[in-house]
C-alpha cells in the first residue's frame, strides 16, 4: 500500500506539477512571440540581421500611426501579407532588405506580437 502511494506521489510530482504552471502569460506574451518567431531576422536595435530592427520599426510606425489599435491592425494585415505599397517602411527598406514572408500564425498571437513591437517605441532612437 505504501509503495502505491509512493508511485501516486512521484506521478503526481513528475506530471502534476509542471501543469500547473502553464497558463503563464510569459510564455505567450509578446515578447516570446517576437523571440520564436521574429528575432531570427529582426534585432531589436542596429546593426539589423536581415530584417530592419525593431527600434526603427516601431519608430516608424509611431510617426504613420497616432493609435495603437490602428497601428497593430495594420501590422496584422501587413504581416499576414506583406505588400510593398503597404509598406510603412517603405520601398528604401524593400529594396534593402526584400519584403517580409507572410507569417502563419493565428491572429490573435499576430496581434500581440504587434502590440509589444508597437509598445517598443524609444525616443531616444533615431532613424533617419
Ligand atoms: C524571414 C525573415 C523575417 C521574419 C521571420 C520576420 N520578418 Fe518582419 N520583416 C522582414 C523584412 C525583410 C522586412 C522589411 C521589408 C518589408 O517591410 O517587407 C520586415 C518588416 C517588418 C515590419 C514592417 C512592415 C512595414 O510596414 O514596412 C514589421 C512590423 C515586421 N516585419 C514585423 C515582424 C514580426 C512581428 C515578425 C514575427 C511574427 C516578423 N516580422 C518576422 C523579415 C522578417
Not at 9 to 37: D, I, K, Q
Not at 102 to 115: F, K, N, Q
Request: aromatic share 8%; net charge positive.
Amino acid at each position: 500500500m505504501k509503495k502505491i502511494i509512493g508511485v501516486i506521489v512521484a506521478l503526481f510530482l513528475v506530471y502534476g506539477m509542471p501543469s500547473s504552471g502553464h497558463a503563464s502569460p510569459v510564455t505567450t506574451g509578446g515578447e516570446a512571440l517576437f523571440r520564436s518567431n521574429c528575432s531570427v531576422c529582426h534585432s531589436m536595435q542596429p546593426p539589423p540581421k536581415t530584417a530592419p530592427p525593431v527600434l526603427g520599426i516601431a519608430s516608424h510606425y509611431r510617426k504613420a500611426f497616432s493609435g495603437r489599435d490602428e497601428a497593430v491592425a495594420h501590422m496584422v494585415k501587413f504581416m499576414q501579407q506583406p505588400k510593398e505599397d503597404a509598406s510603412i517602411l517603405g520601398s528604401q527598406a524593400v529594396a534593402r532588405f526584400g519584403l517580409m514572408p507572410a507569417m502563419s500564425m493565428g491572429t490573435e498571437e499576430l496581434r500581440r506580437v504587434a502590440g509589444w513591437m508597437w509598445d517598443q517605441y524609444d525616443p531616444a532612437f533615431t532613424c533617419k
